[in-house]
């Protein structure tokens, strides 16, 4: 508990010293993570160290695995709540508690397997893509030279044995 007031006090003192917009009067976006975050923490209805969240011009991304409907849903109402969010991407996923444990390390399992099989891809493993699962969701990030790879890479992903399903979020490269 003492080690929670301590972080969330360094966080707060961060914030107070940081300026929330940038020259242009636009909410920055590590603002908003933080200020949801935060958000997150003093609400009881979400277990906040559960929830990732992301933010990128304005868009808060919510990712992670919570233990209901109700939290997965309080989330999203709290991130909705922040000023200055233009919208939110709920990509939690419901993982009830007695589950938790053999799900996280078959996701483990998966996130390595997907990482292999890109990189021995010769067009994807120099594109830097990131990965991501949740609950068999494998969720690739990252920016690609074209929408090719972006394609090649979903489509590998699909083919390693136990993806549910892949949420797509490479852009291209400008």
Known sequence: MRRGLLVL????????????TSSAGEMKDSW????????????DRVKARRV?????????TLRGK?????EKSAAEEIARGIDGTTSVSNALQVVPDDMRPAVDVKDAELE????????KDDRLKEAGIHVRVDNSVVTLIGKVADPKLKARAADVTRGVPGVKAV????????
């Open 9 to 20: 006090t360094a966080i707060a003192t961060a914030l107070a010293l940081a300026p929330a």
């Open 66 to 70: 919570v233990a209901t409907v109700d």
């Open 112 to 119: 390595t397997t997907v990482k292999a099989r890109i990189d």
């Open 32 to 43: 908003l993570t933080t200020k949801a975050k935060m958000a997150m923490v003093k609400d």
């Open 52 to 60: 990732k969240v992301e933010t990128q011009d304005g868009i808060v």
């Open 167 to 174: 949420r797509n979020e490479l852009a291209q490269k400008s």
